[in-house]
């Protein structure tokens, strides 16, 4: 009902590795086009139970792949150029990088960490296999991570958000001088549009919003706008919530994602700085207390609080 148009679009809550449910919606709606963002994200997570992200991210594109395959190149008098199936992906895949490394490229090679980066590395090697046995016409977008409005707080930006108007620890693992590329949801969007109107089928774009600060400064950033914002707080000024815990395990130390391809080849440039993009992610956090509190008292998000932080050592 958000939508502005709703009466254009139709929701259908199912799991993308249920191959019957998949193939029905296939048959029964003229699909052109697939954007494939189904995915387990987390990386803490997939450390603590990988076999979801096995499931969803492999078997489940797996899953979306045969449906196009099987309907739209059996499908007589339309071209497959007609069709896209699009698969959003991560930067993670590439894997780490020293901190004079040069950033990554379409070509480099993966070499992913994490159960959550391996699985996603699988279901781009599928995607790109479909392309070159049986012609699908795919394109791949790697992008770096995400922010803003809607985000689960189980990632960074989110998470210290709540935890930092709620005065509670904002936990840091390691050092926190881990370095990640901060890209807003809506420059992410439309990058995507870009590629799945303008794209080469066959080929992957990177995407990233063009900040690389180490998580610390993020942080930092993050409490001073809620510093700016809620000045009578009992719990300004927020950093002093910041509590170092132990690292997560095979943590990425750096990741620097180069975005010349699709800067010049597709003309996309991402709007926000880190700045703004922030600011408006706070504003909107702040500005929805009933969908954070409904997530909040989830007790599945409870659940994952508690297994996650609880027994977390103490770092630095
Ligand atoms: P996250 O949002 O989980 O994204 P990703 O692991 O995909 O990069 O984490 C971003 C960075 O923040 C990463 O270096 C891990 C760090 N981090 C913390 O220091 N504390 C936390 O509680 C979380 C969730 C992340």
């Known amino acids: 009902k958000d939508l502005s148009a709703p009466d254009r679009h139709t929701f259908i809550q199912g799991d993308i590795c249920d191959t019957a449910l998949v193939n029905r919606i296939f048959s029964e709606s003229s699909i052109d086009t697939v954007a494939h963002f189904a995915a387990e994200t987390h990386v803490d997570r997939s450390i603590l139970g990988p076999a979801e992200f096995i499931q969803t991210n492999i078997v489940g594109t797996f899953t979306l792949l045969e449906a196009a ?52 590395a699988s279901s781009d090697h599928l995607v790109r296999a479909y392309h070159r ?21 189980e990632k960074l930006i989110p998470l210290f958000i709540l935890n930092a108007v709620q005065g509670r620890p904002l936990p840091v693992y390691g050092d926190g001088q881990q370095i990640r590329d901060w890209l807003y ?4 969007c439309e990058a995507i549009l870009r590629v799945m109107t303008d794209g080469i089928v066959g080929q992957t774009y990177n995407i990233g919003g063009n900040n690389q ?19 009578q707080s009992p719990f300004a000024p927020h950093k002093d919530l910041i509590k170092y815990v132990a690292d997560r395990p ?41 969908w954070v509190s409904s997530i909040q008292s989830d007790t599945e998000f409870e659940i994952w609080i508690q297994k996650n932080y609880s027994n977390r050592g103490e770092g630095k």
């Open 69 to 120: 395959r099987t309907h739209w190149l059996d499908y007589r008098g339309a071209s497959p150029e007609k069709k896209r199936f699009h698969h959003v992906s991560t930067d993670e895949v590439y894997g780490t990088l020293l901190p004079d490394a040069p950033d990554w490229t379409e070509d480099t090679p993966y070499d992913p960490s994490s159960p959550y980066s391996a699985a996603k």
């Open 133 to 153: 046995t049986y012609g699908l016409p795919v394109s791949i977008t790697n992008c770096s991570n995400n922010y803003g409005p809607y985000q689960f707080p």
């Open 185 to 188: 949801v809506e420059d992410h």
């Open 213 to 231: 600060p180490p998580n610390l400064v993020v942080i930092e950033q993050i409490c001073a706008i809620l510093d700016e914002m809620l000045p």
């Open 250 to 290: 095979g943590h990425d130390r750096r990741y620097a994602i180069d975005i010349t391809k699709i800067t010049t080849d597709l003309g996309w440039h991402p709007r926000q700085s880190l700045e703004s993009g922030l600011q408006k992610t706070i504003d909107w956090y702040l500005g929805n207390p009933d």
